[in-house]
């Protein structure tokens, strides 16, 4: 019986990360309009390293990283917060928040294959299919009413979107050495902390277009809240919960529900609009990233009865 419960609120929490990321597209370009996009990302960070050092410090886990790793932390964080948010959510003030989170959508894929090249991961000629549809879908998603138009500023955004994909891919295979190493808790809680000195920087050319703290309209606090408490503290717990209940194959699948769920609150909300070459494109991602998740499944289970897991 506490077996189901637990695999109940397993399912409960990757729904609600489903909603919480899908969500977040939508909350930014709601405080990008009071707030720089650079700076969002650096406000989000301290909200979400309050949240997540708390939860350190009620879970008693342990905070203690080592000096050799303390470079790899650095440019986990530079990559994955600082280079990341940043890319993103400038493209946001470009594009769509359905176009950012479709492209965002086929991140797996490179990821993937980008640890193939790097630790000679097997791969399938079905897997350069999923990537081959994967990348056709991109390029459909970030055309700009069916066509590439290379000064048209929603497909500047396009790009920083992709940019920022491409740092996260970086951040993953950095984070592959360090999550062997700590707890995925006091990990995240530790570059979140760290990304917050990097981004001062960056934060210096925006600070003139602070709001005052009283010009900041409750819809702007609101969703920036949201952004760093449950979109970078909560979800992660939640994520982490449901891929040691669930899986990493079974989470992938719902989380491949992201770019939907943005798809149909940036229409609701924003007013978005697709082309049908965006929706065909949006379709190939789906469909590249839902039979990639069975091809990793029956690698990984050949790989256990090779090893008499």
Known sequence: MGGQKEYQLAVLFIILDVLFWGFSFISTK?????????SIAFFRQIIAAST??????????????GRRDMGYIVLASFFGIVMY??????????????????????????TLFAEAMLFRLKVTWKMILCLIFSTIGVALVVTVDGKVDLSSARFFGNLL??????????YTLLNRRLSENYPCLALTAAQSTVSIILFIPLIIPEIERW????????????????LGVFCSGF?????????????????????NLIPVVTVVFGYLILHDTLSW???????????????LNRLMKRVKSVVKRENGI
């Open 161 to 170: 979107v992709m940019g920022a994909i491409i740092c996260w891919v970086f």
């Open 85 to 110: 948010f940043s890319l993103e959510n400038t493209g946001l003030l470009y594009t769509t928040a359905s176009n950012a989170s479709m492209i965002v959508a086929a991140l797996p894929i490179f």
């Open 277 to 291: 070459m965006q929706v065909l494109g949006m379709a190939l991602i789906m469909f590249a990233l839902y039979h």
């Open 52 to 65: 997540l050092i708390m939860l350190v410090l009620f879970t008693r886990t342990s905070f203690k990283i």
């Open 235 to 255: 979800a992660y717990i939640f994520y982490i919960y449901a891929t040691r209940r669930l899986g990493a194959t079974v989470v992938s699948a719902f989380l």
């Open 30 to 38: 709601v405080v990008l309009s009071q707030i720089p996009p650079v």
């Open 211 to 226: 709001p005052a703290i009283s010009e900041i309209s409750l819809p702007v606090f609101a969703n920036l809240l949201f």
